[in-house]
């Protein structure tokens, strides 16, 4: 089975360019989680969705960022206009929330794309 | 504010001497997940940790939940250049929201 596929996997931009990051989640998997990783901040989530739905963007860090999942195969992570300090990895990951393990309290696997490294110069 | 903290942020070792990493918080978690990443790929599931003072072992790394489930701790014994990577623990606080907190990770380099 293909994993969680990312797009493009190298963006370098411009300082006011618009920027679209394109995902794939696994085929079944209700929930996906749209990171960032950088040296100084380390891996911080940016919006998660379940099935489709807007669940937590608190960690989108301003009206620049927006992120649509317009059905269960695809999502993107748009940044307008984009900054220098957008530069990151930015990664997409997908999890099924009810795999049926029966383990209380227990966090199902997120499965990660390979990563969209944006640059802004 | 970061949630989980983890320690060493680096460390580079010798071929067959052992280690351990932590991750720490005042906080509680209902689960923790420990995960492996290699350059230019995303992070890679190792093991979760659901009950406190819980000890899990894949080969050679030994997970241990703490009694509080405040922390956790990965020792891999007789380490291998194959281990090198980034580790990061992540920690889910509230049961069916699936959201994790990561540490910022623990970069370890194991040298020939």
């Known amino acids: 089975d293909a994993g969680v596929i990312q797009s493009p996997r190298h963006e370098v931009t411009e300082m006011g360019q618009e920027v679209t990051l394109r995902c794939k989640p696994i085929s079944g998997h209700d929930y996906l989680f749209w990171y960032r990783q950088t040296m100084m901040r380390g891996l911080e989530l940016l919006i998660y969705f379940n099935n489709n739905v807007p669940i937590d963007d608190s960690g989108m860090p301003e009206d620049r960022f927006s992120a649509k999942m317009p059905n269960a195969s695809f999502s993107t992570l748009k940044i307008q206009p984009s900054e220098p300090r957008d530069s990151a990895v930015y990664f997409c990951?997908?999890?099924?929330?009810?795999?049926?393990?029966?383990?209380?309290?227990?966090?199902?696997?997120?499965?990660f794309g390979p990563g969209t490294r944006l640059t802004v110069l | 504010t970061q949630l989980l903290e983890q320690s060493p942020q680096f460390l580079s070792i010798q071929e067959g001497e052992n280690l351990t990493v932590y991750c720490n918080s005042s906080?509680?978690?209902?689960?923790l997940q420990w995960y492996r990443q290699e350059p230019g790929e995303g992070p890679v599931l190792l093991v979760t940790?659901?009950?406190?003072?819980e000890v899990k072992k894949l080969k050679r790394l030994t997970f241990q939940f703490g009694d509080a489930r405040k922390d956790s701790s990965l020792h891999i014994t007789a380490a291998q250049p194959g281990d090198t990577g980034l580790y990061l623990c992540a920690g889910g606080r509230f049961q069916g929201a699936q959201k994790l907190v990561f540490g910022q990770g623990t970069r370890l380099t194991i040298n020939p």
């Open positions: 940790v659901v009950t406190g003072g």
């Open positions: 990951a997908s999890s099924l929330g009810n795999p049926g393990t029966g383990v209380l309290g227990a966090f199902n696997e997120q499965f």
């Open positions: 906080s509680v978690f209902s689960s």
